[in-house]
């Protein structure tokens, strides 16, 4: 089994959870990346190991329990006892309600609430018989705001915010570090800059900062894990300085 302390990283996508991954192999820490597409992830491994750290992914879809029960046993009895799971899957479309038909609202449902709860149920398990561990959640502006065009993304961030808060009060007296990171901005990523071009703005022209670099929330999910427990954060909201809210 790996002897570094396993962080794992459920939705490990090219920006926000590409640089989670490489932050915590910076700190000592044994990668172990879930992705859907898990032939996705060989270029951020192969960076991560280029700087001297370690890392191995999955193919993982996150909305199906056999697939989360399978893996987080894989990853338990094969690899290593993960200290700490990040649930980074995103959901993040636009539809007016009208056009929001059933099956996009349960398959955000399903990225960002039901998934978030199959991976923080399965996390626990192991956790809790070690009296150790941080489950962390990413989160965005609808977990708190329900904004125009947003209905199924906001519910199913606020559903995540929901189960974030109930597992940090019942998993915090066994030990285990349960925190939700509302991420109130837009980050730099090819994504969010095809919609301001759609919105008729130029990316390149904004104000320095202005969108959010991943490597900031790198840096804030290291600062969370770091916390010792007579002051644990259970909710952290992040934004650049000339967001607006």
Same mark, same amino acid.
């Not at 089994?1 to 794992?8: A, G, H, N, Q, V």
């Not at 992830?41 to 697939?67: C, N, V, Y």
């Not at 961030?157 to 066994?174: D, H, N, T, V, W």
């Given at each position: 089994?790996?002897?570094?302390?396993?962080?794992?990283i459920i939705g490990a996508g090219d920006y926000i959870g590409a640089?989670?991954?490489?932050?915590?192999?910076?700190?000592?820490?044994?990668?172990?990346?879930?992705? +859907?597409?898990?032939?996705?992830? %060989?270029?951020?491994?192969?960076?991560?190991? =280029?700087?001297? $750290?370690? &890392? @191995?992914?999955?193919?993982?879809?996150?909305?199906?329990?056999?697939?989360?029960?399978?893996?987080?046993?894989?990853?338990?009895?094969?690899?290593?006892?993960?200290?700490?799971?990040?649930?980074?899957?995103?959901?993040?479309?636009?539809?007016?309600?009208?056009?929001?038909?059933?099956?996009?609202?349960?398959?955000?449902?399903?990225?960002?609430?039901?998934?978030?709860f199959l991976s923080g149920r399965e996390a626990a398990k192991y956790?809790?018989?070690?009296?150790?561990?941080?489950?962390?959640?990413?989160?965005?502006?609808?977990?708190? +705001?329900?904004?125009?065009?947003? %209905?199924?993304?906001?519910?199913?961030?606020? =559903?995540?915010? $929901?189960? &974030? @808060?109930?597992?940090?009060?019942?998993?915090?007296?066994?030990?285990?570090?349960?925190?939700?990171?509302?991420?109130?901005?837009?980050?730099?990523?090819?994504?969010?800059?095809?919609?301001?071009?759609?919105?008729?703005?130029?990316?390149?022209?904004?104000?320095?900062?202005?969108?959010?670099?991943?490597?900031?929330?790198?840096?804030?999910?290291?600062?969370?894990?770091?916390?010792?427990?007579?002051?644990?954060?259970?909710?952290?909201?992040?934004?650049?300085?000339?967001?607006?809210?």
């Open positions: 089994m790996e002897s570094k302390p396993i962080c794992l640089a989670i991954a490489k932050r915590f192999a910076k700190g000592g820490f044994h990668v172990v990346l879930g992705r +859907r597409r898990g032939d996705l992830l %060989a270029p951020l491994i192969a960076k991560i190991e =280029a700087a001297g $750290g370690t &890392a @191995q992914g999955f193919t993982w879809d996150a909305r199906k329990e056999e697939t989360a029960k399978e893996m987080f046993a894989h990853v338990e009895n094969v690899i290593g006892p993960i200290e700490i799971c990040i649930f980074n899957v995103g959901g993040n479309v636009k539809f007016p309600i009208l056009e929001t038909t059933e099956r996009i609202f349960r398959k955000v449902w399903e990225m960002c609430a039901y998934g978030a956790m809790v018989t070690r009296q150790k561990g941080s489950i962390f959640f990413t989160g965005a502006t609808a977990s708190v +705001r329900g904004s125009s065009g947003f %209905a199924a993304f906001a519910s199913g961030k606020f =559903a995540l915010r $929901g189960l &974030a @808060q109930s597992m940090a009060r019942e998993l915090g007296p066994k030990n285990i570090h349960v925190a939700h990171l509302v991420i109130d901005a837009g980050v730099d990523t090819e994504f969010v800059r095809d919609r301001l071009r759609q919105a008729g703005k130029d990316p390149d022209e904004l104000q320095p900062d202005t969108l959010m670099n991943p490597d900031s929330i790198a840096e804030t999910y290291w600062y969370l894990h770091q916390q010792r427990r007579d002051g644990w954060t259970h909710e952290l909201d992040i934004r650049p300085h000339a967001e607006t809210w």
